[in-house]
């Protein structure tokens, strides 16, 4: 007879042993999500036949995981609410300490992140309260994440390497993957390109036995900009190839289209047009039936590429001057930089030289104001080169 079974029929049974349960449902919620939640909330339906609040706390821990997972924050903040309250009567620290991790991260999802940095720190600054090497992993990359939010690069990438660091003498490679993409996304952020290649490198090789093909892809991605932002385009086609032949499932797909938007460039950039048509058409599409701004920027940067690459610099120009004028408020540093320096190329093309010097002084002013963050973040790129240089391949 199966646990829930015992659950529906009896309870009191001395064959069940409801807060061993509930902890089970919680250490299966990534192996086997769906009896981890089916379990959870059959603990919770019976919480006043057994009344034990620690058990129900655990039980609602492990449902507002899911429904986080699931991007159902109001369900999740309910459920985690409760699964903290339950914790402080009854003492049970750790519990409390997950529970409030979740509870963080729901305010992440909703873009609240100096709350949530908030809650991370109460978390931290007690010693995590017994928190396991991948909760502790999972705390610091979310506080990480955390600082993104804020644009605060420099403690964004200290707290990634505080999470590469929890995974020091584990076999854990898909969370080092993980944090190697989140790092290498960081730096292509602020154009530190070369660092980003070498930790997306990196993240390839950790992340060939994980059987997580978002990941995969996520990286790769990254990779793509990287080596066009290098002008390294025989890599570039190279590596979007592969992102086509092992995950053009995930790629057209949705629900972003990043993915197509730099394997378009790319394959135009090395005169693969029907390729870069492909992606480019793919990449469309996704946007309109999305219509999320950062989609339909994202178009509107391959289209102005493309055009460059095909030698219609007037067309790319326009495509450029609409996407300042179109997505201002959407665009970051980054994107902006990388705008107004197709713009300079175009411009001196057009022989439009007083366009093309305004546009040098605004993308050098744009430098100037980024330079800092790069800076300050420099030494601790130069940790995690360090750290990473002790690991086996």
Known sequence: ????????????????????????AWEIRR??????HRLALELIDHALEFDDPLVTGWAYLTCGAHELAANEFEQAEESL??????????????????AVVLRARVCMGR???????????????????????LERFEAFNAIAGCFWG?????????????????LRNTDYNTERATVLSNMGATLLAVGNYEAA???????????KTSGDRVLGLN??????ACHVELEEVSEAVAVSTRMLSEYQDLAFAGPTNGVLCNAATAFALG????????????????????DVAISHVLVAQAEATIAFARGTYAVAAAHAEAILENFDEQLSNEARSQIYLLLVSCYQQLSRLDDMLATKKKRLTLSESRYSAGLAAAMVVLDLKASLKHLAI
């Not at 804020?150 to 929890?166: G, I, P, Q, R």
């Not at 290649?197 to 992340?207: P, T």
């Open 197 to 207: 290649r070498e930790f997306l490198v990196a993240a390839v090789k950790f992340s």
């Open 271 to 290: 005169k693969r047009w029907s390729l870069a048509d492909q992606c480019l058409v793919g990449a469309q599409m996704i946007a309109q039936e999305g």
């Open 150 to 166: 804020l644009d605060n690069v420099e403690l964004c990438l200290l707290y990634l390497s505080k999470a590469f660091d929890t």
């Open 219 to 224: 990286i790769l991605t990254n990779l793509v």
């Open 31 to 36: 192996s086997d999500p769906k009896n981890s």
């Open 111 to 133: 873009g609240e992140f100096h709350p949530a940095l908030e809650m991370y720190k109460s978390i931290i600054e007690r010693e995590a309260h017994g928190l396991q090497t």
């Open 81 to 98: 609410e409760s699964a903290i309250k339950l914790f402080t009567r009854t003492g049970e620290k750790r519990g409390e300490s997950l």
């Open 1 to 24: 007879m199966s646990v829930v079974q015992i659950l529906r029929e009896d309870p009191c049974s001395l064959d069940f042993k409801p807060l061993e349960e509930a902890l089970r």
